[in-house]
């Protein structure tokens, strides 16, 4: 085995990625984060002159915000980097660890528990952000200039904190068109302006996500086995059905079975009854996807060729209905 198999082999072992992304795109990440965190602190500098509230200047940024600054600036379509994850990351965590510090006896149990609460909290709230840990254990640990705060640490300076990273992120990435944060607005942008046509007339493979990585020209948070392996269950889920339902039927969701921008769910909301020869119409209501709230009709049988299968919404995702578990 050669010496670049055994670079190659460590490393996968270290998790080190082939990066696509380009050096512009990298200083365009680095020159955000830098503004994010230096207007973030000046526009605390100036609230504290102004409001002569009585902290010292050590107060006025928490560590944890150049976290969120890389994922803000470096993975601004990122799940983790959203506003609600951000917000209430930073939010509802820290409100776990100041409460912790305040309520259970100093130790390293109370860091422990403040920082695995914080976890499983965000985890149901579906506001998951690394740097929310960091809030929780700074609540508990950070020393008496913290957590002599109590909750006003929620307040100043956190949220200000918070609120003036996302306004930054917000303005600093719309000057760049493929950055444009939140993630809706560029995942609209791309759904309006989408010319593919639905054909089932191909096979995705690991080399047409490695081509999209590299057209993306952003830093994708998934790993190439990742996405091999998504790939490959979406293969094998794609093959437990491939016809169309045999009945349409009244309150039914159904999916196209189509991908990306391409995919829609409706629901009928309304039939007619099928003994009436010419008038076999339905009509349904677009819940997911394209056309989102759009209400249209159309005979059963057109309905019945545009359909793949049904599916059921279990915990925010749309699976197919002889699948739910």
């Given at each position: 085995m050669s010496w670049e198999s055994h670079l190659n082999t460590a490393a996968q072992w270290l998790g080190i990625e082939r990066n696509q992304t380009s050096h512009g795109e990298k200083l365009i990440s680095a020159l955000g984060a830098a503004v994010g965190i230096a207007v973030t602190v000046l526009f605390s500098m100036w609230l504290l002159n102004q409001t002569q509230i009585g902290?010292?200047?050590s107060l006025l940024i928490i560590s944890s915000m150049g976290a969120s600054a890389v994922l803000l600036f470096a993975v601004p379509h990122g799940a983790l980097s959203q506003p609600w994850p951000v917000i209430g990351g930073h939010m509802i965590s820290a409100f776990i660890g100041v409460s912790c510090q305040q309520w259970l006896p100093e130790g390293f149990m109370t860091a422990g528990l403040a920082v695995g609460l914080a976890v499983g909290v965000m985890y149901y709230l579906r506001c998951i952000h690394p740097p929310g840990g960091a809030s929780a254990l700074t609540a508990v640990i950070a020393g008496n200039e913290i957590t002599g705060m109590g909750y006003q640490f929620l307040l100043y300076p956190l949220l200000l904190n918070v609120v003036v990273m996302l306004l930054i992120a917000l303005s600093f990435n719309f000057?760049?068109?493929?950055?444009?944060?939140?993630?809706?607005?560029n995942t609209r942008h791309h759904s309006e302006n989408s010319s593919l046509?639905?054909?089932?007339d191909y096979v995705l493979t690991t080399e047409d996500f490695n081509a999209a990585i590299h057209e993306h020209d952003s830093f994708v948070d998934i790993t190439e086995e990742g996405l091999t392996e998504l790939l490959e269950k979406a293969k094998q889920h794609a093959q437990l059905s491939i016809s169309h339902p045999q009945t349409i039927e009244r309150g039914c969701f159904y999916s196209n079975g189509n991908i990306g921008s391409l995919w829609e769910v409706r629901q009928v909301i309304d039939d007619a009854e099928p003994s009436q020869q010419g008038q076999?119409?339905?009509?349904?209501k677009t819940v997911a996807g394209q056309n989102l709230h759009q209400t249209a009709y159309c005979d059963r049988e057109s309905f019945r060729q545009w359909a793949r299968f049904v599916v059921v919404e279990t915990q925010g995702l749309w699976v197919k209905a002889d699948q739910q578990s």
């Open positions: 902290l010292t200047g000057l760049f068109p493929w950055r444009r944060y939140p993630a809706h607005i046509v639905p054909t089932s076999d119409l339905i009509i349904y």
